[in-house]
């Protein structure tokens, strides 16, 4: 049975209860290419696959997308406020990475702590045709989920559907990533540890916390994101946050009692500070 070390041992992956032939063949392909076992669904409720397969944790997928389900929690993509933004840049208005990041049509964007993606894939909107979006994640069930419900979860709007296609997912830690990126290879890059950390706002992210990667960004991460980017690296964190000042960040941005934005300049930028 599949193996992924943080919260128990055993991962199958299976589908909803309508599966059509479609469906298994994917769900069969995604279980292959991540490395679990897949299991037929038929009439089975998650406790008996449970019990049956002795797993610890199962990935559900169906049309709509995916959905981890553990022991005493369950996580499912969603685009979250990506939506919300990219209706706010259709009307015209701004975005925290246009305005702090710098980041425009054309451009190539790095989110280094891919989380649900809202962020890249309101980057994705912005850089548009002409530019590219990598977003890592280093918890192997969290990437497989986001590339998975990227691709299916079900949003009306046409511009969302485009920026969620565009994004190309990789399962590493962002350091191994950078140290093998040429110089100058993104003109962004973006950490966002904020996810890893408690806020009750925020409790439909609880279930990601529980599989999210915690350990701090490393100043060799920092160091190694200011040669690969062309423009700014940027850092979101908790406003008062002591990483800005650690990591060497000037914060540009903040939000009243929630989130602060830091930057290191790198070169021409079109950020609104």
């Known amino acids: 049975m599949g193996n992924n070390g943080n919260i128990g041992d055993v991962i199958i992956v299976t589908t909803s209860y309508r599966v059509t032939a479609a469906l298994e063949a994917e769900a069969r392909a995604f279980a292959h290419k991540w490395g679990w076992p897949y299991v ?3 009439d089975q409720s998650i406790n008996e696959l449970r019990k049956r397969y002795r797993a610890d944790q199962i990935i559900v997928l169906s049309q709509e997308g995916g959905r981890w389900v553990g022991q005493r929690a369950t996580f499912n993509f969603h685009p979250s406020l990506a939506v919300v933004r990219i209706k706010r840049l259709m009307r015209g208005d701004t975005d925290v990475l246009k305005s702090v990041a710098g980041l ?3 451009d190539a964007f790095l989110d280094t702590t891919l989380g649900f993606g809202a962020d890249a894939i309101t980057a994705a909107h912005i850089v548009g045709k002409s530019g590219k979006v990598i977003g890592l994640e280093s918890d192997r069930r ?10 299916h979860f079900p949003v009306e709007e046409a511009e969302v559907r485009q920026a969620m296609r565009k994004i190309r997912v990789h399962h590493t830690d962002h350091l191994t990533y950078l140290s093998h990126c040429p110089d100058n290879a ?4 973006y ?8 806020d009750e706002r925020s409790q439909h992210m609880k279930p990601l916390r529980t599989l999210a990667n915690r350990r701090p960004i490393s100043k060799w991460a920092v160091a190694e994101a ?3 980017a062309r423009k700014r690296v940027v850092l979101k964190e908790k406003v008062g946050s002591e990483e ?3 990591l060497g960040f000037e914060v540009k941005k903040e939000r009243r009692n929630r989130v602060s934005y830091g930057i290191i300049e790198l070169g021409d930028s079109d950020g609104e500070t």
Not at 142 to 151: D, F, H, K, S
Not at 186 to 189: K, T
Not at 191 to 198: G, K
């Open 40 to 42: 037929q669904r038929a």
């Open 104 to 106: 425009k049509a054309g």
């Open 142 to 151: 969290i990437a497989a989920l986001v590339e998975y419900g990227l691709r």
């Open 186 to 189: 993104f003109d962004i890059v």
């Open 191 to 198: 950490f966002d540890p904020m996810f890893r950390t408690s």
């Open 226 to 228: 200011c040669r690969v």
């Open 244 to 246: 800005f000042a650690r």
